[in-house]
Each structure stands twice: as C-alpha cells, then as structure tokens.
T-cell receptor, first 114, second 112 residues
C-alpha cells in the first residue's frame, strides 16, 4: 500500500493567479498521476508525472497550463496556472506500487477560483 | 485513448436488494479493471478489481464479471446495506501504462 499526503486540502484563489499542489508519498513509487474531478463528475487523468523527465499529458491538457514537477520517487507537484473559474475542481494525486495494481489516491485539493 | 462508459448514472435500491452497475470499454489492450467507491468528500477507495485473465471475482457481497469479447464488465452488490450508499466508479487500465480511465460514475442510494 501507499500513504499519500496532499496539500493544500483546499484553497480559494483569485483568477489569473497560480496554485501549486504538493503530493508526498511514504515510499518510493515509479508511477505518479494527477487527476481532476469536477463537482459531481468523474476523475479525468491530467498527466503522468515522470521522474527525471517531462510529464506526459493527456489530450486536452498542456504543460503551460498544468506544469508538473517530479524531482524524486516520493514527491510531485502540480501547478494550475493563470486560473479561471473553470479550473474550480478537486485535484487528486495518485500512485501505483506496481503494474496493473491498485491506485492509491491523495485526499484531494479542493480549488475554488473567484 | 481508452473510453469507458458506465450505466446507470443513479441507482436506488431497497436495503437487502441487489445492485448491478455496468461498464464498457473501447480498447482491447486494457487488461485491468478496478472498481472504486467514493463517499462524499472522501478519496476514491478500491473495492474490487479484476484482470483480463479471469472472468469473475467475488469478495463477500461484492462480485465483478468481465466479458473480454464484448468489452464489458459489471459490479454486483448483493444484500445491499445503507452504508453501501456512495458513488461507484469503474476504470480500465491500459496494458503496461497503469494510468486509469474512469467511467462517469454511478450514485447508489440504498434506502433503509
């Protein structure tokens, strides 16, 4: 299993600003992912955070808007840049401890952009 | 990429009845299919999963079936209890990538 600490747990931000979300795992993991969950909706994969290389983004998500860092095997950050009200959502960090195994999720960051 | 469809979007059952949630996927390369339960304000938690080399898996009141040919899988909950009320998500994971594509979710309401 994996214990994931994500912060902040929530924030209210002004439009046009940026917010960086941190994800810390209690063990080294190869694969880390960032998801977005809009209110009452499903989880949508934003990107795969690759250690030592650039993140791999899903269709509809770009690095300029959602820059990701992965400096080591236990930590990653997601930045939501130049925010607009449409970015209001819950952002979740996720890790897998092996191929085709359970994904563990952080508690999420509830972002409100005003 | 993978496309996962989930039905129904809401499901209301009487306590003690069974609940069935169905999902289809598009990519035959997907080979891992987890089901997550998400209670209000909480993170998703795995309740059961199945890999493509088996057709059925059961864990107490919960079972999952997989039809690879038809590319669909289902969650079955028997003897439902009020604490089963939550949103359930199916997902499919593409071979060797470990990233999950989720269905749209089913809000299950178990009435006492």
């Amino acid at each position: 299993s994996a214990v994931i600490s994500q912060k902040p747990s929530r924030d209210i931000c002004q439009r046009g600003t940026s917010l960086t979300i941190q994800c810390q795992v209690d063990s080294q993991v190869t694969m880390m992912f960032w998801y977005r969950q809009q209110p009452g909706q499903s989880l949508t994969l934003i990107a795969t955070a690759n250690q030592g290389s650039e993140a791999t983004y899903e269709s509809g998500f770009v690095i300029d808007k959602f820059p990701i860092s992965r400096p080591n095997l236990t930590f990653s950050t997601l930045t939501v840049s130049n925010m607009s009200p449409e970015d209001s959502s819950i952002y979740l960090c996720s890790v897998n401890t092996g191929r085709n195994t359970e994904a563990f999720f952080g508690q999420g960051t509830r972002l409100t952009v005003v | 990429g993978e496309n996962v469809e989930q039905h129904p979007s809401t499901l209301s059952v009487q306590e003690g009845d069974s609940a069935v949630i169905k999902c289809t996927y598009s990519d035959s390369a997907s080979n891992y299919f987890p089901w997550y339960k998400q209670e209000l304000g909480k993170r998703p938690q795995l309740i059961i999963d199945i890999r493509s080399n088996v057709g059925e898996k059961k864990d107490q009141r919960i079972a999952v079936t997989l039809n690879k040919t038809a590319k669909h899988f289902s969650l079955h909950i028997t003897e439902t209890q009020p604490e089963d009320s939550a949103v359930y998500f199916c997902a499919a994971s593409m071979r060797n990538f470990n990233k999950f594509y989720f269905g749209s979710g089913t809000k299950l309401n178990v009435k006492p």
